[in-house]
C-alpha cells in the first residue's frame, strides 16, 4: 500500500537537466543516466583506458573499492586455485557474486574483466552449464580469453569449453547477441558503478533473464548522492568511486525496472586510503554491497505481504549442507520450518533455486503486511506506508 496521494505528490518534482553546471538536483537526473554527465561515450572510453591502459594489476588500485574484502566460501577458494594467475592478478572486483548450488545453469557475468569470476563459475556450473563474459575493453578481453579453453579441457575436463567472452557494452547486451529470457543468473563485480546508463543496464538484465532467474552481484554504493565534481572525476570514476550511486536511488531503480524486492545479501564499508582521493570525497562513506534480484513476474510485491505460507530448506545446495543464507534477514536452516512472506516464498520457490526449498501455502488468503526486516531500504518505515 501506498500513502501517495492519486496526484502523485510523492514523485520527485522533474528537474532540467543541469549538465552544464553538473550539479545534481534531483532523482529524475540520476534515473536519467545523467549521474556522470551527458557525455556517455566520454565516460566509457575513460573507463577503457583506465582498465585498458592505466591499471597493469591490482597492485596499481588507489582505493580498496576494488578489492574484495572478507574470504569467499569454500568451494569458490578451490576453484580459484586452479584459475591462470595472469587473470588472478587483473581481478578488479569487491564481492563475491557467487550464489552456490548454481550448477546446470546459463550465467552471464558482465564487465567480466580479465575474467577470474567467469573461470570459477565455468567450474561451478560444471559442463551442462555455461557461463558468458561481456566486457568492452579489448586488453582485458584478451587475457580472459588467452587460458579459456585450454582452462575448460585441460583444467576442468570438459569434453567442449563452456565458458566464452564477447566484446560488448553492458548497456546493448542485444548488440553483444544475449537473446530475451536465455540467461538463469547474471552475475556482476564491481561494474555497474562505472555505467553512464545504469537503467538501461538494469533493464537489459531484467530483459535477458528467464522468468525464475537471479541477478546476483557486488557493487560500490554510496550513503548519499555524489557531487557532479566527484561523478566526474576520472580517477574516482576508474576506482568505482565517482560513479556510485546512492543506494536509496538503485533501488528505486530496481524497483522501476521489475526488480521489485532487491535483497541484500551482505555489506561492507570501503576504506578509502589515499589521502587527495579522500579529501575530494568529504564524508560521503561507500559500500561494497552485494545485492540478490530476482525475475519473478507477478510474484514479487514492493512490500512483503503476508499469505500464511512457510518453506523448508532441504540443505542440498553444495557447500550449504546445514542452512541457506537467502539475504541479510534470512538464514534457513536445513530441515526447519519457516514462515516466509510472499516475495520470500517465491524467491525460494519459484526460481532456480526451488528444487531446494519445500513451500506450502498460496496466496488464496492474504493476512495482511508481513514483518520482514531488516532489509534497510527494502523495508517499510512502519506498517501501511512505504514512501514519502
Ligand atoms: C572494476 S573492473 C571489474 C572486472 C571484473 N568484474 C573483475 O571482477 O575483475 C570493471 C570492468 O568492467 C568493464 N566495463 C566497465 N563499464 C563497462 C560497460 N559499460 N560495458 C562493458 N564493460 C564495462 C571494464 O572494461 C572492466 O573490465
Known sequence: MSCCPPNGAC???????????????????????QQLGTDQKGVLDSVKEYYGEVLTTSDDLKTSACCTAGAPPPLVRDALKRVPDEVKAKYYGCGSPFPMGIEGLRVLDLGSGSGRDCYVCAALVGERGSVTGVDMTQAQLAVARKYADEYCSQTLGYAAPNMRFVEGEIEYLD????????????????????????????????????????MHFS????????????R???????????????????VRLCRQVGFLDPRTLSSSEIEVRDKELKGLLGDARFYSITYRLFKLPEAIETLC??????CKYKGTIPGAPHSYVLDDHHTFQAGKWYEVCGNTAAMVGDSWMGKHFEVVGDRSTHYGLFACGPAPAAAPAAPGGACC
Open 11 to 33: 514523485k520527485p518534482k522533474p528537474s532540467p537537466p543541469s549538465a552544464a553546471t553538473g550539479a545534481v538536483s534531483g532523482i529524475s537526473e540520476l534515473l536519467e543516466a
Open 219 to 230: 557493487d560500490v554504493y554510496c550513503d548519499r548522492r555524489l557531487p557532479a565534481e566527484v
Open 305 to 310: 505481504e503476508d499469505y500464511g505460507q512457510a
Open 175 to 214: 548488440k553483444a547477441g544475449v537473446p530475451d529470457s536465455s540467461v538463469d543468473l547474471v552475475i556482476s563485480n564491481c561494474v555497474i558503478n562505472l555505467s553512464p546508463d545504469k537503467a538501461r543496464v538494469l533493464r537489459e538484465v531484467y530483459r535477458v533473464l528467464a522468468a525464475g532467474g537471479e
Open 232 to 250: 566526474t572525476h576520472p580517477v574516482l570514476l576508474g576506482e568505482c568511486l565517482g560513479g556510485a550511486l546512492y543506494m536509496e536511488d538503485f
